[in-house]
């Protein structure tokens, strides 16, 4: 089974903090992609990657960046934190044409 | 572009009585089709995927789901639900762009009753 991880579960930070998520899966998946879940909106696409060094904008890139500098390994960036970017972030993976594993999510405050 | 539009937010059902959970989607060309499930503080699991094979689909947990390219539907449906099922879930359109990234409807919760 495909194992995507993120490495926190909660996560409190202050505005202004850069803030890291990670995320690991144990597949070699080339594909990794970040959403953000709110009620009513369903997930919305931050960015995704298809190889090492390689990345896309999503529908909601705004005040986000990522870094994929090992193909394990997908990182969300949140520059300078700001309080409407307390969310659930979710991050997932896929090869080919099989469908996106997902991670059990990071719940993140800005406070 | 495509999109995907869950009829109802909230649905309630006894236990052993059928579910039929809504989804209308938006697609230029042949979709494909998915339905997700989220139990409480937890990622997304796949119950079951439409790729043009067969129209009626069979996922996991007894879940299936009937692609109508006529009224532009996946509706999902179980037979008889169990106290287990209730979760919010997802209807979600692979995007023919963006490296498959995928488009997702807004949710559904539902709930079982005992």
């Known amino acids: 089974d495909v194992k995507v991880t993120q490495s926190s579960r909660y996560l409190v930070k202050r505005t202004g903090e850069k803030v890291f998520l990670e995320c690991v899966q144990d597949?070699?998946?080339?594909?990794m992609f970040w959403y953000r879940q709110d009620p009513g909106l369903g997930l919305r696409l931050i960015y995704f990657?298809?190889?090492?060094?390689?990345?896309e904008k999503g529908d909601i890139p705004e005040g986000y960046s990522v870094s994929r500098e090992k193909k394990e390994r997908f990182s969300l960036i949140l520059e300078s934190a700001s309080t409407n970017q307390t969310s659930m972030y979710l991050c997932a993976s896929r090869v080919g044409g099989q469908p996106q594993h997902f991670g059990d999510g990071t719940r993140l405050s800005i406070l | 572009a495509q999109s995907v539009t869950q009829l109802d937010s909230h649905v309630s059902v006894s236990e052993g009585t059928p579910v039929l959970l809504r989804c209308n989607y938006s697609?230029?060309?042949?979709?494909?089709l998915f339905w997700y499930v989220q139990h409480p503080n937890k990622g997304l699991q796949l119950l079951l995927k439409?790729?043009?094979?067969?129209?009626l689909v069979k996922g996991i947990n007894g879940f299936e789901a009937e692609f109508k390219k006529s009224e532009t539907s996946f509706h999902l449906t179980k037979p008889s639900a169990h106290m287990s099922d209730a979760a919010e879930y997802f209807c979600?359109?692979?995007?023919?762009?963006?490296?498959?990234?995928?488009?997702f409807g807004s949710g559904t919760r539902l709930q079982v009753q005992p």
């Open positions: 979600v359109v692979s995007r023919d762009t963006g490296r498959r990234a995928l488009t």
């Open positions: 597949m070699d998946h080339e594909n």
């Open positions: 697609s230029s060309y042949s979709p494909s």
């Open positions: 990657s298809y190889d090492v060094k390689m990345k």
């Open positions: 439409y790729t043009s094979a067969a129209t």
